[in-house]
């Protein structure tokens, strides 16, 4: 049977099978003072395949996402609240997944300026010139801020959905060699690249942070479809609902 007849998982299961893993982590992360060292290393491992799938979303999202500017607005400004409520709260200094996702985004869209300005025969001279300097000056940015600040997943976390979004040319006028390269078993094959570097930089030890692998199995059963579920701007209200709701048991129990 031809694997693209395998393929299910839509963008919005996708984003489920996403979430439902990283409330698994989390609840290994919130609960670890009342867990076993074998439980909490379980629900760890777990929810090592959600960064992966999450990270593949963000790209996918930037591939198909017309209202850039809105997108990341959202991104960061949600992402914004959650520092400053773990600030207020808790007294934490934590830059979030959603500011990881942030720089993702703005190196994901710098990339894609660069590919317009270098294979589009109409862009001006100044687009050509200014597109390598942008693009080399995000990721300088990202790679400085996350060298002095505890950002989470840190640079490499940052640069994987980049991975997954580097043949990338949905809308962009590529050659048609270029335009073959744009294929989910690529984009997953580079993400993989970027993941090996994650791993190899990851705050946990290589035999939980290679888990993280595994996801790459549920990602070559993606559709490429969006699903008619609407699940747009799941990820922003689910991911500090959840923390706020397992935060709140916590101090409960």
């Known amino acids: 049977m031809p694997i693209r007849k395998l393929r299910f998982?839509?963008?919005?299961l996708l984003k489920l099978i996403a979430a439902a893993l990283?409330?698994?982590?989390?609840?290994?992360?919130?609960?670890?003072p009342?867990?076993?060292?074998?439980?909490?290393r379980t629900l760890r491992i777990i929810g090592r395949l959600s960064m992966p799938l999450f990270a593949f979303a963000i790209a996918e999202g930037c591939r198909y996402t017309r209202?850039?500017?809105l997108h990341f607005i959202m991104l960061f400004g949600l992402g914004v609240c959650c520092f400053l409520v773990y600030l207020l709260a808790l007294g934490q200094v934590y830059y979030n997944?959603?500011?990881?996702?942030s720089f993702s985004v703005l190196s994901i869209y710098a990339l894609q300026f660069l590919k317009r300005s270098l294979l589009d025969k109409q862009s001006k001279a100044w687009q050509r010139l200014c597109a390598p300097a942008l693009f080399i000056g995000v990721i300088a940015f990202t790679y400085v801020f996350c060298y002095f600040n505890a950002v989470d997943y840190g640079f490499w976390g940052c640069m994987l959905p980049v991975f997954a979004a580097l043949f990338d040319f949905h809308r962009i006028p590529a050659p048609a060699l270029l335009r073959k390269t744009d294929c989910l078993p690529i984009r997953i094959l580079t993400m993989a690249i970027g993941l090996l570097f994650l791993t190899l930089h990851n705050p946990f030890s290589i035999k939980i942070a290679a888990w993280a692998f595994c996801s790459i199995p549920i990602l070559l059963l993606y559709s490429g479809k969006k699903g008619n579920w609407h699940l747009k701007y799941f990820?922003?209200?689910?991911?500090?609902?959840?923390?706020?709701?397992?935060?709140?048991i916590?101090?409960?129990l």
Do not use: E
């Open 97 to 101: 997944i959603l500011i990881t996702f």
């Open 235 to 248: 990820f922003y209200i689910f991911y500090p609902a959840h923390l706020v709701i397992l935060q709140g």
């Open 9 to 12: 998982i839509n963008a919005d």
């Open 250 to 252: 916590f101090w409960l």
């Open 67 to 69: 209202n850039k500017s």
């Open 34 to 40: 009342r867990l076993s060292a074998d439980a909490w």
């Open 22 to 32: 990283m409330l698994v982590d989390h609840i290994g992360y919130v609960f670890a």
